[in-house]
């Protein structure tokens, strides 16, 4: 059975900066690609970053230059860094796994960005 469990999330001020991390647990396949999704109250969950097992990256256009999304194999854990963060990246942040057998989701954790 595979586990994801978020953390880092937190109250910041725009303009400031936070660090999630997602650490797998399980059995995992080594081909895999691990993201970031956020939902904030009202909208639908969109993508945020992605990051395959080879390191290959994609970002929402609205997070670009300011997020960067990485991982570490070793350890299955997915991290995003967050700058210049704005009062509209407010919301529920989900990691997500994705392998050829099925998607997997952490339970969420909350970032609020204060104006």
């Known amino acids: 059975q595979v586990q994801l469990v978020e953390s880092g999330g937190g109250l910041v001020q725009a303009g400031g900066s936070l660090r999630l991390s997602c650490a797998a647990s399980g059995s995992i396949f080594s081909l895999n690609i691990m993201g970031w999704y956020r939902q904030a109250p009202g909208n639908k969950r969109e993508l945020v970053a992605t990051i395959t097992s080879a390191g290959s990256t994609n970002y929402a256009d609205s997070v670009k230059g300011r997020f960067t999304i990485s991982r570490d194999n070793a350890k299955n854990t997915v991290y995003l860094q967050m700058d210049s963060l704005k009062p509209e990246d407010t919301a529920v942040y989900y990691c997500?796994?994705?392998?050829?057998?099925?998607?997997?989701w952490g339970p969420g954790t909350q970032v609020t960005v204060s104006s």
């Open positions: 997500r796994l994705t392998t050829p057998q099925r998607d997997y």
